[in-house]
Nanobody
Framework: QVQVVESGGGAVSPGSSLKLSCSAS????????FAWFRQLPGKEVEGIAT??????????????DRFTISQGRATRSGDILSHSLYLQLDNLKPEDAATYYC??????????????????WGQGTQVTVSS
């Protein structure tokens, strides 16, 4: 069973930084692409960045200057793969307030972004930016 759990969200003031974390486990062996998405209030989900197992990262153009995706080393326990994913958010603005999701690649998944298809989502972590 795939488990994806985000953490690190919170309420901050403009100009602050946050580092979101994600723990993913139980995903298929052919899942080699991971991503962060976000959903602003009343808006559709949008992709922020992807990162592949080899470390190659891609970003949405509007967010690449302030957001940085990174990952820990993938591990295996028996048949269970596990992976840590991070998103550094710098110089946060009120318009960055959103629910942030960690997402894992899934073959033929319904969501396409950055050259990958995704289908395993976490429950999201809330980021609020206000003065």
């Amino acid at each position: 069973q795939v488990q994806v759990v985000e953490s690190g969200g919170g309420a901050v003031s403009p100009g602050s930084s946050l580092k979101l974390s994600c723990s993913a486990s139980g995903y298929p062996y052919n899942s080699n692409c991971f991503a962060w998405f976000r959903q602003l209030p009343g808006k559709e989900v949008e992709g922020i960045a992807t990162i592949r197992g080899d470390g190659t990262a891609n970003y949405a153009d509007s967010l690449r200057d302030r957001f940085t995706i990174s990952q820990g080393r993938a591990t295996r326990s028996g048949d269970i793969l596990s992976h840590s994913l991070y998103l550094q958010l710098d110089n946060l603005k009120p318009e960055d307030a959103a629910t942030y999701y960690c997402v894992v690649e899934r073959a033929f998944g319904p969501t396409y972004f950055g050259g990958c298809r995704f289908g395993y989502w976490g429950q999201g972590t809330q980021v609020t930016v206000s003065s």
